[in-house]
Nanobody
Framework: QFQLTESGRGLVQAWCSLTLSCGSS????????MAWFLQAPGKARSFVAAISGNGGSTYYAEAVKGRFTISRSYGSSTMSLQMHRLKPEDTAVYFC??????????????????WGQGTQVTVSS
């Protein structure tokens, strides 16, 4: 059974950095696009960043552009999200997800059938 696991949860102060990682239990879907989403309390899950299967293309939500970096190795089902200059409004549960597509960098949750359990990120002011 395909499973995704996030790691790197933390409580940090504003303007600090944190790195999240996501790995899968198998190499299945290792060539598929992956993404990070976040869900703040009382809000819907929203797109953060996506990366293509070969790691050559990335796409970011405007709110994190220039502060967050998504990365993965080609053919790897492990990816990371480096988060810099964190803000209190970044506080949320962060989820990693795997797409059905290798190249499409979707921003909708419906495009990602595989999800991790989520990891909490809390940024204090």
């Amino acid at each position: 059974q395909f499973q995704l696991t996030e790691s790197g949860r933390g409580l940090v102060q504003a303007w600090c950095s944190l790195t999240l990682s996501c790995g899968s239990s198998t190499r299945t879907l290792s060539n598929n696009a992956m993404a990070w989403f976040l869900q703040a309390p009382g809000k819907a899950r929203s797109f953060v960043a996506a990366i293509s299967g070969n790691g050559g293309s990335t796409y970011y939500a405007e709110a994190v552009k220039g502060r967050f970096t998504i990365s993965r190795s080609y053919g790897s089902s492990t990816m990371s999200l480096q988060m810099h200059r964190l803000k209190p409004e970044d506080t949320a549960v962060y989820f990693c997800a795997v797409s059905r597509s290798a190249a499409r960098l979707g921003t909708s949750t419906s495009e990602y059938p595989y999800w991790g359990q989520g990891t909490q990120v809390t940024v204090s002011s």
